[in-house]
């Protein structure tokens, strides 16, 4: 389907396409459909050099065929639940069939030529994430199930060994529950003291409550990168800077920032730092932990088992020398390579590319569902100095968020999420009981927002009806 | 169609009012079938209700000395025969509307169903005939229209009744096309069954005292 924006498409004439400089800045061409190419011998004048900017959603949109499909009532899939999983390029699940079907074979134990090559993909899928990340060396990664997992293993294999009673973490209530049961658990065990900082009225954590916060007595800072559900995003570089001017350890949950913009680990300074594979084109069942290579080294393990010792005796073990003190057992090898080929997917377009389309697209949403009469939009507005995330979560007076999905799936092909999205103290301190959820990706476009927004306007309409 | 010995029947309060802003050209029709002799049986009700986006009016469901088992052929032909799921979504939100008026003060944390997306209250008593009555509510429209259909089928039944129906028998109501077959937080009306069923158990042990006892009244 073809929108035209409301801009006013006007050919430019031969002159401005002789002219190198009139393509780069995108926004005042903003053309939505491509070129026809010419195939008569015309004028000169005529012929529109090929590279017309196309968005980056339209670019890339045919390698995920999953995107291209009908659902329930014959509509069109629009699928904005990026937040909660990203679709897969050919690439990517390439990789993983490649693997299963070429070199399939365990790890770091063969001496055979399939055992080799496995080990050498599945190394080089760690490095390839050590290099996305800037990590300083590839050991300082470690490959576990999701970032919930690798939560978990900070929490029992650092938490267990450093917290005192009366230690205190500093958690934001918008953290994701990955981010807030496990340091429960630790508290129960070791009688460490959580603290939370709430919002500002701008519906953003409120910093200088954080800062207030952190103390001689605090020993670790969990925060978010990006709101998952506020979409704001926080400062690590300072928050970075109070926890350690006090001793304290900081840990990034990057889950909603990793697969959508540059994230350079040096640069932010942090002790540990999560991300799931699921959320950046990569397959389901691998995530990672990066550590410092001091902090990993001072750690005991988390799971025990195979792969992670040295030697084995009956009456104890020795471990081995991390990543592989804290990868017990097989892992999950083609989706870990499946995570590199995915790393190599989005490095090839540029995650400075892609965030720079989507703070164009998240602002597009923002600004299109805000039209929409009765919605309710949560986390701050967005401005010159304020970028949100390309999600929104809202709410529609009168509408519980869970019609509002039901209708807008079945109806319309549009598939958002509703709930709590793992945020039920975040929830509890909007006073809300639930919300709706669009998250967008790389491959979204404009026109999804519009299908969108066009399927929620008749959402409410049919709701409205019965009233 | 009644025969002259019927008697008629008058069904409880809780009579359906018509959506506002349906176009209805014609008036609430309520069928009434002769009833034998058991008072406590439940008045169902057809409606012709159009929407401005034409909703097939629904099957008018007979009632009167209906067994659950029976009323339940009637949900899930209804809703079988409702191919495409958002007819059913419509349905739902129809009798959502039907849904009787759900006093404030039974709005208590204790009448929660827990587990769920949307807030669901259930009150549950007996009355005393010994028979189980079910008063919900909900903040979202669709888990309202799945909650009349429980209503319809098991406000005034007997406690083995209640207690006999399985989450499975009612997956034919499950809006979408691949029935959700496991149990989420998104299956609200699955906890809403479990809860009725739950507390009807509990309302057993302390009536008898044992949950064994013949639950007929």
Redesign the interface.
Known sequence: MMTMEGVVLKLPSFTQLMNPNHFTNRTSLNLRFTFPKSSSSSTASLSVPAAAPVSLGHSTRHDFEILHQKV??GSKLVYLDNAATSQKPSAVIDAVNNYYRSYNSNVHRGIHFLSARATDEYEMARRKVAAFINASESSEIVFTRNATEAINLVAYSWGMSNLQPKDEIVLTIAEHHSAIVPWQLLSEKTDAVLKFVSLTEDEVPDTKMLQELVSEKTKLVVVHHVSNMLASVLPINEIVQWAHDVGAKVLVDACQSVPHMVVDVQNLGVDFLVASSHKMCGPTGVGFLYGKSELLAAMPPFLGGGEMISDVFLDHSTYADPPSRFEAGTPAIGEAIGLGAAIDYLSEIGMQKIHDYEVDLANYLYESLRTVPGVRIYGPTPSATVHRAALCSFNVEG??P??IA??LD??HGVAIR???HCAQPLHRYLGI??SARASLYFYNTKEDVDDFVRGLIDTID?????? | MNSASATVFRPPTRFPLLPPNSHNPNPPRIQYKPNHSNPRSISTRSLQISHRKHVTPPHPPEFSTLTVAEKLQILVKEFKSLPEPIDRVKRLIHYASLLPEFDESGRVESNRVTGCTAQVWLEVTMDVEGSMRFRVDSDSEITKGFCYCLIWLLDGAAAGEVLEIRVEHLEEMNVGILPIRASSRVNTWHNVLLSMQRRTKALIMEAYGDPSLPLLP
């Open positions: 329930n009532n509408l519980h869970t019609d039901t209708f079945q109806q509703s709930g709590h009981n639930a049919f709701f409205s009806s019965f009233k």
